[in-house]
């Protein structure tokens, strides 16, 4: 079984910055993809940023682009979001997910970390 746990939430200004950590653990395995997703108070979960495992190709959500930043330590295992510039609209749940498979298909998700941003 594959665990994902996510760090580095907290409460921090508008136009401040945090680094979220998505360490995977578990039996090992590569996967196709990995992307951080995001769920405000009353609304949907969305994806925000990606990162292919092969291409290092990354995507991001025009909401986040030029902000926010996914990368990998494959050494730690781990995946990380550096957000920077956030905005009180960036308050959300924040989730890593590992896609094994298919690309875009994640079969695999942290707990979540929350991620408060203030006025």
């Known amino acids: 079984q594959v665990q994902l746990v996510e760090s580095g939430g907290g409460l921090v200004q508008a136009g401040g910055s945090l680094r979220l950590s998505c360490a995977t653990s578990g039996r090992t395995f590569t996967p196709v993809d990995m992307g951080w997703f995001r769920q405000a108070p009353g609304k949907g979960r969305e994806i925000i940023a990606r990162i292919a495992w092969s291409t290092f190709n990354t995507y991001y959500a025009d909401s986040v682009k030029g902000r926010f930043t996914i990368s990998r330590d494959n050494a730690k295992n781990t995946v990380y979001l550096q957000m920077n510039s956030l905005k009180p609209e960036d308050t959300a749940v924040y989730y890593c997910?590992?896609?094994?498979?298919?690309?875009?298909?994640?079969?695999?998700w942290g707990q979540g970390t929350l991620v408060t941003v203030s006025s």
């Open positions: 997910a590992a896609a094994t498979t298919r690309l875009g298909e994640y079969n695999y």
